[in-house]
């Protein structure tokens, strides 16, 4: 099993990254998908998730209206669009595969995004 995070980077306040993560050696369609983060000195959070039927989303407060995420499992890839970056949503983003029913639970390795001037 590998999830490949790709796309972080330093960035502007205001400007916009689009995070990407490669799936491989499971059934990607059939996880629930989802994005974390986790800044220096706190906790991971969750920033967005996707769910496996009818691709419903959901999000964190801090970060609803500015970051989309969305899945296509023709290419067992997930993408977090992030647009008007503020310096707090500075932090590594991982990507988490989760399905229920069998307890199993992937994460990847993490990409950095800064958001700085």
């Known amino acids: 099993v590998q999830l490949v995070e790709s796309g972080g980077g330093l960035v502007q306040p205001g400007g916009s990254l689009r995070l990407s993560c490669a799936a491989s050696?499971?059934?990607?369609?059939?996880?629930?998908m989802s994005w974390y983060r986790q800044a220096p000195g706190k906790e991971r959070e969750l920033v967005a998730r996707i769910t496996r039927v009818g691709g419903i989303t959901n999000y964190a407060d801090s970060v609803k209206g500015r970051l989309t995420i969305s899945r296509d499992n023709t290419k067992n890839t997930l993408y977090l669009q992030m647009n008007s970056l503020k310096p707090e949503d500075t932090a590594v983003y991982y990507c988490?595969?989760?399905?229920?029913?069998?307890?199993?639970?992937?994460w990847g390795q993490g990409t950095q995004v800064t958001v700085s001037s």
């Open positions: 988490n595969a989760a399905r229920r029913r069998t307890n199993n639970n992937y």
């Open positions: 050696g499971f059934t990607f369609s059939i996880y629930d």
